[in-house]
């Protein structure tokens, strides 16, 4: 049977079915005519709508054209230069934001903290209602505006509260955001407490439009209207009658019963601090309406005078991946690239330097119909007009190739094509299929592209994580910077507006204020990622660019630009230099970054626990008699450091992750393996715990503590028998007195030997990524005493059946002074002689000085070990601060 047209389906279903559903009535048979009719209509759709000569005319109808329209594009009104919103006073104000929620989970609360971090503004978040939190440090204001996410709370907050709010404000020139919320009961012209303010609630609203006079907008355009509904039924709106109100924003009343009056409403009200002395910026409803995420940036710029004010410049690169790629009708034919070139000329008339850059793999050159491979013709003969950059030759994952050879002769491919057909090959730049071994790092990539194409600069949506995108960030591998990469909404799928997934409103929403028009406004460097199958077909792309770049132009000041993509990276990394460190996850956490992980890796090969330090309180030992146990291995040796691989701090976390897990070989019987790392330097490293979580977030943390100032003493002499220069020129006691005014060397040293003792302030570090369950503290000195004892407990904790029984391992050995480990009946195998060593026992009065020095951090602890749960504290701590008090 021939399909010839569309309606053709509904005989057929019409017709077959009820005949099989009311003879047969088997449910075999229902299931088998679903299916006919399944594949019917998928042959229909594959064989017919796409390759009929008639498709063309089926979708070139209703191709979009953009149609954004404005006076800014007409140029017909030139609006004065966006305001600087920084101030000639000394601000004593940091440029940080407090916002007050009603709980930690309310919605709004939660959207003004996701619109603060996608524009990195650092913010902390209270709960309003209870005490209000230190506002100042010394002579500075921690928070240059407030945020209330129910104005109501700052209404109705007490008297002593307020009172103690409002100075700040008015001392500190900071200035209050509040937001009013909904409520069940509508009101109408109620005064606001104290204030000669009046709203209307649960209104309707229509038609926004911005005061252009208003000297809050500065990244927001004033000029145009936002036809249409506003999203929600409950806006709240603001009448005044004092003159320190003037509105920011008005909208209509949305409502049949209200032709007669058609002055505009005030939903956004600033407050110009001539009533009480407090500037302020009320919202008369949420953040669902676009316009409101502006205008709150703009509020944020303006009320903290300038700290908060974000750089108007952005920057737009669109990657065209895939040229040459797309399957036979759906690639482009000489018209698709004629339209290509056509929009770029107008988007660069609005975007300085903007062209598309072009990314192909070469095997699929003329594998379109024929009309497409004219389309290719057409491309390289414009090869110029674009910017190009390499894909894989056949598009295959980089992560599947068996080796970094194969995956060099693939790539060398490509650039043999590019050669061939004129194609530059100097960009510095490439993207991965699928962002294959971009991120999670696959060394292999890195290598090839460095090697064939001396790639610099890359990019990527998936670190950390595709999601939220706000959070995508960029960091630095192996001389590689990788940028994050932002979705337009299109993908490969998406070629015809009728079948765009929610349909052509929901694009068209994300282009006029939605997702899209966000992504521009908060990303400073923007590179969208697109395929070649988007500017055929219904050509979405160019529509889509083309409009969103327009709609940034009518409402907002920003200064739209493109570079190529290495200049990105270098501005990239010059607005975020701390960005350039990367923070390595575990692959196997996500599921999208565990299909682009090698099938040769395995994340079994990490460890479960650490042994972090600090050094010298026995760390060796207990690495030593944990390794003796069937169930648990160590790391294989490092040959720089020996048993320590030292990954999460220092220069050997830039080698990578498959560098680290190459310490942990593939274990023979998973089960029993209980595979973990000491490294006695991670304890104190500002870094690691960070790290360390991003990587092992389950991991079980091991820490041995022993008095601090002993700790410090036995590090002397290791470091002092290590051959320092430092430490051989001055005794313990001149090292640990030393002051600031000493000489650098001295100084270093004395901080290296001191520092790691606080023991306090880097165990909340700890804490503050880690559970306080996955923490184990022993005590350093019932290790040295009692190891048996020490590991039963470990074993416990670790949760290690069956138990291993150390008794019969372990032995105390007069000559060495120390358990070591049982060889045989009369003979036993102790740590080497830098273990355990023979020096003088410290002078009093160091051991004075050092009691004084640790009396603060070894309280903090005290404290700590007590909210910790904690039965005894250690007799070392109790001796070191009851001496103290007596001295
Ligand atoms: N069983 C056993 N054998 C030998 N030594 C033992 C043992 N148990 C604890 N200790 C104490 O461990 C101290 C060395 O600590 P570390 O191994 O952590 O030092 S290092 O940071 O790895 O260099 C070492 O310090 P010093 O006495 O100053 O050498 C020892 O006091």
């Known amino acids: 049977m021939k399909l010839t047209t569309g309606d053709a389906v509904v005989p057929l279903l019409g017709a077959i079915a009820p005949r099989y559903v009311v003879k047969q009535a088997t449910v075999k048979r229902c299931v088998a005519a679903l299916l006919l009719v399944s594949m019917a209509s998928i042959f229909y759709y594959t064989h017919y709508i796409i390759s009929s000569p008639l498709s063309s005319l089926i979708h070139r109808d209703t191709r979009p054209e953009p149609a954004i329209r404005c006076s800014t594009l007409r140029g017909a009104t030139r609006l004065p230069k966006a305001p600087d919103h920084r101030s000639e006073a000394r601000l004593r104000i940091d440029p940080k934001v407090l916002v007050f929620v009603e709980t930690l989970y309310s919605r709004l609360g939660r959207e003004i903290a996701e619109l603060l971090v996608y524009n990195r503004i650092k ?9 209000l939190p230190v506002l100042t440090n010394l002579d500075k204001g921690r928070y240059g505006v407030l945020i209330f996410e129910n104005l109501n709370k700052y209404l109705q907050m007490d008297k002593w509260n307020r009172e103690l709010l409002d100075k700040y404000c008015r001392e500190y020139s900071v200035g209050i955001v509040g937001f009013t919320p909904p409520g069940e009961e509508s009101l109408v012209g109620a005064q606001l407490k104290g204030f000669p303010l009046f709203v209307h609630t649960n209104l309707r609203l229509k038609d926004a439009q911005l005061n252009a006079a208003s000297p809050i907008l500065r990244l927001t355009r004033a000029g145009e209207t936002a036809w249409g509904p506003l999203p929600g039924y409950d806006w709240t709106i603001f009448q005044a009658n004092h003159s320190t109100y003037e509105p920011l924003a008005w909208a209509h009343r949305d409502s ?32 669902k309406f676009w316009l409101h995420k502006l205008l709150l940036l703009d509020s944020l710029s303006y009320l903290s005078h300038g700290q908060l004010s974000l750089s108007l410049n952005r920057m737009i690169l669109v990657d065209v991946d895939d040229i040459f790629v797309g399957e036979k009708g759906t690639r482009l034919k000489k018209d698709d690239v004629l339209a290509l070139l056509a929009t770029q000329q107008r988007i660069q008339a609005l975007v300085p330097g903007f062209k598309f850059n072009l990314g192909f793999s070469g095997k699929y050159f003329h594998h379109g119909t024929s009309e497409e491979n004219l389309g290719d013709d057409m491309i390289l003969e414009n090869v110029d007009r674009f910017t190009w950059f390499s894909h894989m030759w056949n598009h295959q994952q980089p992560h599947l190739y068996e080796n970094v050879t194969h995956l060099q002769l693939d790539m060398a491919l490509n650039k043999q094509f590019a050669k061939e057909y004129g194609i530059p090959t100097g960009s510095g730049y490439s993207v991965s299929p699928h962002h294959s071994g971009v991120y999670p790092v696959h060394e292999g ?8 194409w001396n790639i610099k600069v ?20 192996r001389g590689i910077m990788v940028l994050p990469r932002q979705t337009c909404g299109l993908f490969t799928h998406t070629i015809f507006i009728e079948r765009y997934p929610g349909g052509r409103d929901k694009l068209d929403e994300s282009i006029q204020g939605g997702e899209l028009f966000q992504t521009i406004v908060y990303n400073p460097i923007n590179i969208f990622m697109t395929h070649m199958s988007n500017y055929g077909n219904d050509r979405l792309a160019l529509y889509t660019f083309e409009s969103v770049i327009k709609f940034i132009q009518c409402w907002t000041n920003l200064r739209l630009s493109s570079a190529p993509p290495l200049q990105l990276g270098e501005r990239y990394f010059q607005l975020y230099p701390e960005e350039m460190d990367p ?43 944990l ?44 089960s029993s393996r209980y595979l973990f790392e000491k490294s006695a330097t991670y304890f104190d490293g500002e870094l690691v715990p960070r790290r360390a979580h991003a990587l092992l977030p389950k991991a079980k943390l091991i820490t041995i503590l022993l008095s601090p100032a002993r700790r410090a003493y036995s590090w002397y002499q290791h470091t ?32 290296r030997c001191l520092n790691p003792g606080k023991y306090s302030q880097h165990l909340e570090r700890w804490l503050s990524y880690y559970p306080a369950q996955q923490l184990h503290i022993i005590d350093g000195e019932l290790l040295r005493q009692n190891p048996i004892e020490t590991l039963h407990e470990l074993q416990r904790f670790l949760k290690i059946t069956p138990t291993f029984n150390y008794s019969t391992h372990l032995r ?23 273990k355990g060593r023979q020096y003088p026992p410290m002078e009093d009065r160091s051991y004075k000085f050092l009691q004084r020095y640790y009396l603060s951090h070894n309280t903090a602890l005290v404290k700590l070990l007590k909210r910790l749960g904690s039965r005894t504290i250690p007799q070392w701590l109790k001796d070191d601060l009851t001496d103290t008090v007596m001295t």
């Open 123 to 131: 913010y902390k978040v209270e709960v309003a209602g209870k005490s």
């Open 256 to 287: 049949l019963d209200y032709a007669t009056n058609k002055s505009p409403l005030a939903t956004v009200m600033q407050d110009h601090g001539r009533y009480d002395g407090i500037q302020r910026v009320f919202f008369g409803g949420g953040l």
């Open 445 to 452: 990539l890195y290598e090839a592209w460095k090697k064939v």
């Open 458 to 477: 890359t990019s990527t949506e998936e670190y950390p994580h595709l999601r939220p995108a706000r959070l995508r960030r960029g960091f630095v591998h």
């Open 583 to 625: 923070v390595w996850g575990n692959p196997c956490d996500d599921p999208r970054h565990q299909r682009i992980w090698s099938k040769n890796k395995t994340c079994d090969q990490l460890p479960r626990f650490l042994v972090i330090g600090p050094q010298k309180t026995g760390t060796t030992a207990l690495y030593t008699f």
């Open 627 to 670: 390794s003796l146990h069937p169930a648990i291995s160590s790391n294989l040796p490092s040959p720089d450091t020996f048993e320590e691989i030292q990954f999460f701090n220092g220069k050997n976390y830039y080698r990578g992750l498959d560098w680290y897990m190459s310490f942990f070989p593939a274990a023979k019987n998973e």
């Open 720 to 751: 002092k028998v290590h051959g320092d220069v430092t430490a051989k020129n001055y005794s313990f006691h001149s090292v640990i007195t030393a002051t600031d005014t000493a000489p650098k060397a001295l100084r270093d040293l004395r901080n």
């Open 812 to 834: 105390y050995d007069p000559k060495k002074g120390f358990f070591c480990q049982v060889t045989n009946e009369d003979r036993t195998k102790c740590l080497g002689k830098s």
